[in-house]
């Protein structure tokens, strides 16, 4: 017998059909579906046919799935009631729920930024969008000018986001590091595409997407080497699996017998996942990509991915430390600690010296990303509930202020330099009024949501013993309140600029994005208690 | 054999391939050298497979072959565009944004 026979565990006669439950799976299933739509769309409908019915395609898609979340809430998933899905692969349980409530959420805002027509001139006579005409043609070449004379548009955009959402749902519920690494890439790769579709500054879009394509690849590398190592070490990819073998519960074997003497491949492995999932959530010293993507991709991506890949990839981190590392945890904590302290520190100081407002949001992100890492390492319940209430306000914060980049512009498109900002309270007092409270949700003010999130991540990381941490994020938080009101004393009492930018009056899209984001923003800093209550019932991590 | 050799040559081919992309400047090249870094996790988790005697490693080595490729179409296009914009496909050429 041969040992490729021998390693199947003898060689039975049929292989079993794996069981999967379609109904529990609906969500994801639901996108993926409008993905597919979405592509055929974009093949057989006439051109002038496509933008609506890839807006309706998409909208429908994340409305259907969400409603399968809240059928699923209603059916006790996630609070009473949790699950393993297709052979132990997904997850079904409070925080997947969840998350993907909240992702769906941010995705509906986030398309209907894409969705906008009225902001950007027209060109060839027909209303277009923030996305190129036509990504092959070469910047400023004569194809690209035929493009744009022929009123081309990209709205294979929103097929590539329908998949990016259905990546990032089952990011957080992978319970497998087979399943989390193909959702990963599910997610990245069309994030990679949509950076470099940018209609204006093409040349900075690409080199946005080169870069984070070559990064992101990089660090997926990375993540695929650690699960090898860590499937070397517990024989399994099962988060659950390998917590069993850490702890030493799992039914010893004589491979394990061996293997398990050897600390370096749990350790290693564990630092290579941790490298590859930092990278996407943007903590230092993995941030290095965050401000240039941020600049270069088009503004709509660059809300919809500052918002919704924070939340799965935390999503996801936590899953991997909670379920499949418990028993490591005084080997991960001190080196969170020092990701935590420096993502918090760095983000903050950096984005001090910004001149450009996207970079500043970029650098902000990166600070937001180290509190909430305080709240992943309180390693407790309460922890656990602040940093799904953190991700549910931080995300709409980011959508509404990427919005407002976008309605700010002059004659080359968007205005981003700081100083083209100077003034904007007195040229338009409701938009200048709107970006404020974001910067003060960001700056942890009281009464937005950006100060419950934070007072909960300090709170649960003080009673999970991290008091230096705290101590460490509020004078971080200072820090960062410095640029976010030097901002607001920019725009409310300088001079403006003679011949600067001028403000966009948005369609319906546009400002329901933003109003939906100054909803949320104020409701849950005024009246946090029923999501709080909601982030703290779910159920901890499902085994 | 001892399978424990195909580890340390996983290893390095990793090493390598991580070194590369450090290293060198053109955006084929550092994209092949992920390649080779994903490559070597193929190989390490083959090993695995035959150390632990189940068969999970070489089925996930599957599907990195599958994410590898979808991998590649992304890349590519990605790296040709921006080379017949620039005529270059340096890295250290895309230096619009800095600091």
């Known amino acids: ?543 | 054999m001892n399978p424990v050799n195909y580890l340390y040559l996983a290893g390095l081919l990793f090493t390598i391939g991580a070194s590369g992309v450090l290293i060198r400047r053109n955006a084929i090249v550092l994209f092949m050298c992920v390649e080779l870094m994903l490559n070597a996790s193929n190989l390490a988790l083959v090993t695995f497979s035959r150390l632990h005697g189940n068969l999970d490693g070489q089925i996930i080595a599957f599907f990195t072959m599958v994410v590898a490729a979808a991998e590649v179409v992304v890349g590519l296009a990605i790296i040709v565009s921006i080379f017949r914009t620039r005529h270059s496909a340096s890295v250290d050429d895309s230096n619009l944004m800095k600091l």
């Open chain 1, 1 to 543: 017998m041969s040992h490729w026979l021998a390693a199947a565990g003898g060689n039975s006669a049929s292989i079993p059909a794996p069981h999967v439950e379609y109904g529990q799976l609906s969500p994801m299933l639901v996108v993926f579906g409008a993905a597919v739509a979405g592509i055929l769309a974009e093949a057989f409908l006439p051109r002038r046919a496509r933008y609506w019915s890839q807006v309706t395609i998409a909208l429908l898609g994340l409305a259907g799935a969400f409603t399968a979340v809240i059928v699923l809430a209603s059916q006790g998933y996630g609070s009473t009631r949790v699950d393993l899905l297709a052979m132990g692969a997904v997850a079904l349980d409070g925080p997947a729920l969840f998350l993907q409530g909240v992702i769906l959420l941010v995705a509906v805002v986030a398309v209907l930024t894409y969705a906008e027509r009225k902001v950007e001139p027209k060109a060839g006579g027909v209303p277009v969008d923030a996305f190129v005409a036509q990504a092959a043609a070469t910047p400023g070449g004569e194809q690209e000018r035929a493009a744009v004379r022929a009123g081309f548009a990209s709205t294979e955009v929103f097929p590539l986001t329908m998949f990016a959402v259905g990546g990032m749902l089952l990011f957080p519920a992978a319970n497998d590091l087979l399943t989390m690494f193909v959702a990963l890439e599910v997610f990245s790769l069309p994030l990679y595409l949509l950076c470099a579709l940018a209609r204006r500054r093409r040349l900075l879009s690409q080199e946005a997407a080169v870069k984070y394509f070559l990064l992101g690849a990089f660090a997926s590398a990375f993540f695929l080497f650690g699960t090898a190592l860590l499937y070397g070490y517990a024989g399994s990819v099962r988060l659950g699996d390998i917590a069993d073998v850490i702890s030493g519960e799992a039914p010893a074997t004589q491979a394990l017998l061996s293997t398990t003497q050897n600390d370096a491949l749990l350790l290693i492995g564990l630092a290579l996942l941790s490298v590859g999932l930092l990278f996407k959530v943007g903590a230092v010293p993995f941030h290095s990509w965050t401000p240039d993507v941020y600049q270069g991709a088009p503004t709509p991506v660059t809300g919809f991915m500052a918002a919704a890949t924070k939340v799965a990839a935390f999503g996801a981190l936590m899953r991997l430390f909670y379920v499949a590392f418990p028993g490591l945890r005084w080997d991960w904590r001190p080196v969170m600690w020092g990701v935590a302290i420096l993502t918090m520190v760095v983000g903050a100081v950096l984005a001090v010296t910004q001149q450009d407002v996207k970079r500043l949001l970029a650098y902000s992100s990166i600070a937001h990303a180290g509190f909430i890492l305080t709240g992943v390492i309180a390693t407790n319940k309460q922890g656990l509930g602040a940093v799904l209430f953190y991700l549910l306000a931080y995300s709409f914060v980011t959508l509404g202020a990427f919005a407002v980049v976008t309605l700010v512009r002059d004659s080359r498109g968007e205005a981003t330099h700081l100083s083209s900002w100077a003034g904007l309270g007195r040229r338009s007092p409701l938009l200048a009024a709107v970006f404020a409270l974001f910067l003060l949700a960001f700056a942890g003010i009281p009464l937005t949501s950006g100060f419950t999130g934070k007072f909960a991540v300090f709170q649960a990381a003080a009673a999970g013993g991290a008091t230096p941490l705290v101590i460490i994020g509020v004078l971080s938080s200072a820090v960062a309140a410095f640029f976010y009101i030097r901002v607001i004393v920019l725009m409310f009492f300088s001079d403006p600029q003679p011949g600067g930018p001028t403000v966009a009056v948005p369609s319906a899209f546009t400002a329901t994005a933003i109003g939906v984001g100054v909803l949320v923003t104020l409701g849950l800093g005024l009246l946090p208690q029923y999501f709080l209550d909601l982030a703290s019932k779910v159920s901890p991590f499902v085994r």
